[in-house]
């Protein structure tokens, strides 16, 4: 078995009487982009601060290859980190910023020069060089903060919610320079985010935490296509969970019998359930179809409003047990079938359906 | 017309504003500007015009010494407020505010206590027999009581004590105003703690410390009480002297020579604090 670069064993922070983390466990393999993404108090914040030492986990290791960092003071553990709000030093020019870590590691002035001009034509800011933070902008000021993170090739990048000052615009834009910047360096990424978005566009694997636990890790098209709990179906792209009873379950393939009493076979079953245990059936609103193909359930539904969102409609429809789903068909789609309001079928493939079990405590309704 | 009532308004507002001025101009013209003009005149005209009094204090000997005594004394004192003052400031910044405001009406309570009193108390704690030495011998750490009051140490004790607010209380304004996250900043870039206080956190509150110590070093020069009960006859200060020239040798002239010397001095320090502190902040803000 090979050595994993960096590792977190058990870890576990509590705070009095809450904790915060509850034995984490996670490898990361050198080079890759790992994004903890959570709603906020889910812990993925407190993962991060322990790996970056701000905070003593109260059990648990973080091992960076192979040798434990907790005994490591912050300030040894050559770590470099990108925080959410501008932590650049204000008194200290752009150059001086990205010198500084090479400064308090007392490294020759040629050095540090060659390197400084290296880290802003990285982050494309040559000709900011002289000006001191306050006269950049937000977003300017972050990719400062990655040349000063980057200056002395760390092993690895915590980013802590980086982008969550910007407007939606900057961040697109910075998500891009991070992704560039992650395929030129190689560095090991660890990114906190409450945005899925944000996560499913820049990471190679997603953590997904709640209440202090990993939910379900694994790529984005993981997480998406196969949640394995309403939790992180509900949270990862868009979802309508209907109300089903479970029939039975043969060789993985469930059948169940929705709310107007419609039955559909062939589900996903996530886990196992009792015959008549209530249940919910997600389908992403992508998946529902407006023309019948073979092996496709169908849903009766009432269409209540049509949307037009450039490449896709999304059409607000209600069944006929009086739940309300949201579907988006391709633009294209819509308009050779029909989408306008009034009765009619809906269809899905049952093998792109989820089954999980009901009722959730925090699962969400029809999130968008 | 709309265009009339405007200038009617516009003009007639400058002098109205100047009326309302007018007592709190005479205030400070007379108790302030006249007494300043008056102090001069006196300096050269007393007992005969021209420049003596001046040409007596620069060119005597013992009168240089007082001056440069001051000037000891008020630096010395300002770099101890500051290297005391520092760490206090800092526990005030970063602490709970609820804690932080109880800590800050100590502080504020000891300013109200009346002078006099708190440099008598240094004076029992300070002396011969005093507590401190008698704690010190006691255990046996000293078998000499220190010579703790009548010199310069005494001095410095008693006004670092009442200086102290002055410096505490800009400085909390100016660690409050930085970004903890900063520091933590520093310290994954590598920095050690000394270095992220020496490189970050130091020249960050440079303003405040500016300007608490431009405060406590002019309130130093002309300080009287503090010096003269916990000072001795060897190191006597500038406010001592001015008090001896005018109730003891009633030579009022020398001691308005004096006064006025030390008032020119004060602001030449004032401007070029500005100078400092306000180009820097200047290019700080750009």
Do not use: C, K, M, W
């Given at each position: 078995m090979t050595q994993p670069f960096l590792s977190i064993r058990k870890l576990r922070k509590a705070f009095g009487a809450f904790t915060?983390?509850?034995?984490v466990t996670l490898d990361i393999p050198k080079g890759e982009f790992l994004t903890f993404l959570g709603?906020?108090?889910?812990g993925k914040s407190t993962t991060l601060y322990a790996i970056a030492g701000f905070q003593d986990p109260t059990s648990g290791d973080v091992l960076l290859q192979g040798k434990s960092?907790?005994?490591?003071?912050s300030h040894k553990r050559n770590i470099g980190m990108v925080f959410q709000?501008?932590?650049?030093?204000?008194?200290?020019s752009v150059a001086e910023n990205v010198a500084f870590p090479l400064r308090v590691r007392r490294r020759p002035e040629t050095e540090v020069r060659r390197k400084v001009a290296d880290m802003l034509s990285l982050v494309r800011?040559?000709?900011?060089?002289?000006?001191?933070?306050?006269?950049?902008?937000g977003g300017q000021q972050q990719r400062v903060a990655l040349a000063r993170a980057l200056a002395y090739d760390p092993p690895i990048l915590l980013m802590d919610e980086?982008?969550?000052?910007?407007d939606k615009k900057l961040r697109e834009e910075i998500q891009a320079e991070i992704r560039r910047i992650h395929r030129e360096t190689g560095v090991t990424i660890l990114y906190v985010t409450h945005d899925q978005e944000e996560a499913l566009h820049l990471s190679d694997r997603i953590a997904l935490f709640r209440d202090g636990r990993i939910e379900q890790i694994g790529t984005g098209e993981d997480l998406y296509?196969?949640?394995?709990t309403d939790f992180v179906a509900g949270f990862i792209g868009n979802s309508n969970f209907l109300a089903a009873e479970h029939l039975e379950t043969v060789g993985g393939a469930s059948t169940i019998r929705l709310a107007d009493g419609a039955l559909v076979s062939g589900i996903n079953a996530n886990g196992s359930f009792a015959p008549g245990q209530k249940t919910r059936l997600m389908i992403r609103p992508?998946?529902?179809?407006l023309e019948r193909s073979s092996n496709n359930a169908e849903l009766s539904v009432e269409i209540v409003d049509v949307a037009f969102y450039g490449e896709r409609r999304r059409i607000v429809a209600r069944t006929s047990a009086g739940q309300e789903i949201d579907i988006r068909p391709t633009s294209s789609a819509a308009a050779t079938h029909d989408a306008s309001p009034g009765r009619r079928q809906v269809f899905f493939d049952p093998a792109g359906a989820f089954l999980f079990p009901a009722p959730s405590k925090t699962g969400k309704e029809l999130t968008y | 017309m709309s265009v009339e009532a405007q200038q009617g308004i516009t003009t007639s507002r400058i002098p109205a504003g100047l009326g309302g001025l007018f007592p709190a101009l005479i205030l400070i013209g007379l108790f302030f500007v006249v007494p300043v003009l008056a102090l001069l005149l006196r300096s050269v005209t007393?007992?005969?015009?021209?420049?003596q009094n001046y040409a007596a204090l620069l060119g005597d000997g013992t009168y240089v010494r007082v001056f440069f005594n001051t000037f000891v004394v008020a630096f010395v004192v300002t770099i101890v407020t500051v290297v005391v003052a520092f760490p206090v400031a800092w526990m005030l910044a970063i602490m709970p505010p609820a804690l932080a405001s109880i800590l800050f009406g100590i502080i504020i309570l000891s300013m109200w206590t009346n002078l006099l009193t708190r440099t008598y108390a240094w004076m029992v704690l300070l002396q011969r027999t005093g507590v401190i030495n008698r704690a010190l011998m006691g255990a046996g750490i000293i078998d000499q009581p220190l010579?703790?009051?009548?010199n310069l140490t005494g001095v410095t004790i008693g006004m670092v004590y009442i200086m102290l607010p002055f410096m505490i209380l800009p400085l909390v304004g100016t660690l409050r105003a930085i970004d903890p996250m900063t520091l933590r900043a520093a310290a994954l870039c590598g920095a050690s703690p000394f270095a992220a206080f020496r490189r970050i956190l130091l020249p960050l509150s440079l303003p405040g410390i500016a300007a608490g110590g431009l405060m406590v070093f002019v309130m130093s020069l002309g300080y009287f009480v503090t010096p003269a009960l916990l000072g001795g006859t060897s190191n006597m200060m500038l406010a001592e002297m001015i008090a001896q020239m005018i109730?003891?040798?009633?030579n009022w002239g020398l001691g308005s020579a004096a006064a006025f010397i030390l008032l020119v001095v004060t602001m030449a320090l004032y401007a070029l604090q500005l100078r400092l502190v306000g180009s820097k902040r200047a290019a700080g803000g750009a």
């Open positions: 915060a983390v509850h034995n709603p906020s108090g889910s960092l907790l005994s490591v003071p709000r501008y932590t650049l030093f204000p008194h200290l800011l040559e000709s900011f060089a002289e000006r001191l933070p306050a006269a950049l902008s980086p982008l969550s000052a910007l296509l196969r949640p394995t992508e998946a529902f179809r | 007393d007992p005969a015009p021209g420049l010579p703790l009051i009548n109730q003891s040798l009633l």
